[in-house]
C-alpha cells in the first residue's frame, strides 16, 4: 500500500492534547500532577481557596487571581474605577472563603499604550477604594507593558489561627449546605450590560437604559466580599466543615466541596435564595432563574457546610439559606426540583432546564 509521508506533521498534532478537551480544571489537575511539597509548613497546596501556611501559632492564607481584558472584563460598560475595585475583591473573597481575615495584597499590570495614565489613576481608585474598606494593605507589585490589553494580576495574604481555617474537604453526610446573600444576580446583570453594549460602542456620550438594574449591575461590576461572615458566624458559636466563595456558580462550587471532600449532596431548587426582581429578569431573558444562580456565578456570596447539629443556631439567620444536605457519595449528586424530580448536578447547572 501507498504510504503517505507528507502526514507527518499532522499525526504528530493529532497526538497534540486541545486545551478544550481538558477544561480549566482538567489543565489545572495535569499541570500540577508532579508537585511536590518540599516544606512541612505548607499544611494545604493547590486545591483550595487559598493555600495554607503554618506560620507559628497562626497560618498564612495565599492567593492569586488573573483578570484578563476580553475574558474576565469588558471595558466597554466596565469603568476603570469598579475594574480596580472588583479585582481586589475576588481576591479578599478568596481569603473569606477560608474563613481567614484578609491582610495585604499586591498587584502586578501589563497594559498597553492604548492606555492613559489616567484611566489607571483611576483602577487604582478602585483598587484603593476597596483596600480601605476592607482595612487590606496593597505592599507591592509589578508593571510591565503589553503588546495588547489589560492584564491585572493580584496576590493577597489574609491569616487565621490554625484551627479557625475551613477547607474545601472537610463536609460530611448529613451536613446542611449554607449559602450567604443571593444568587444569579450578577449574570442578570452582565447580560444587560451585554444587551446595552451596541449603545456604548455606538456613541460613547449616549447613556444606554440602565436605570432600574441598580441591584444586579451593582452584582456585576461592583462585587462585595463577604468578610463579614466569619465575625457572624463566631457570634452563633458555628464553624463550617466545609467553605468556598461562589465565583464560577453555585453548581460548579457544590461540585468541589463534594469531591474535595468525598460526599454527595441534595440541593434543593426552591430553596436557592433569588432576589425577586432577579427572577423576573430571568424570564425575560427566558432563563430558569435558578440557572442563573447554578452556572452564572460571580456573585461571591459563601457557599458552606455546618453540622447538622447547628440547625437551630443557622435556620433563622437573615442574610443565610439551608439549601440542602450533604450525603454519602455513593448516592450521587442531585437537584431535588420543587415537583420532587431528582437531576444530576453538573457544573453547568441544568442545561435541559435553558430555554423553557
Ligand atoms: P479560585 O476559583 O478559588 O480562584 P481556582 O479554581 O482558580 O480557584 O484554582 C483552584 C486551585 O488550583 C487553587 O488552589 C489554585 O491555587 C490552583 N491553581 C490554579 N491555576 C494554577 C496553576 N496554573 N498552577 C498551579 N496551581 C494552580
Ligand atoms: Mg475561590
Known sequence: M???????????????????????F??????????????????????????VIATGDKVLLFSTDLLVEGIHFDLTYMPFRHLGYKAAVVNISDIAAMNGIPRQMTVSLAVSSRFSAEALDELYAGILMACNKYKVDLVGGDTSSNVKGLTISVSIIGDAQKEEVVYRSGAGAGD?????????SAYIGLLILEREKSVFRADPNMQPELTGFDYQIGRQLRPEARTDIRNLLIGLGVKPTSMIDISDGLASEILHICKQSAVGCKLFEGKIPIDPYTTELAKEYKIIPSVAALSGGEDYELLFTVKQEDYEKIRDVGGISIIGHMTAASEGKYMITPDGKNVPLSAQGWDGMRGK
Request: with cysteine; glycine share 10%; aromatic share 2%.
Open 2 to 24: 501507498y504510504e503517505k509521508k507528507d502526514n507527518k506533521p499532522s499525526e504528530a498534532a493529532s497526538r497534540l492534547t486541545a486545551l478544550s478537551e481538558l477544561g480549566e
Open 26 to 51: 482538567g489543565l489545572i489537575d495535569r499541570l500540577t500532577r508532579n508537585v511536590v511539597i518540599h516544606h512541612p509548613e505548607t499544611l494545604k497546596g493547590i486545591g483550595d481557596d487559598a493555600a
Open 176 to 184: 446542611l449546605l449554607c449559602v450567604t446573600g443571593d444568587l444569579g
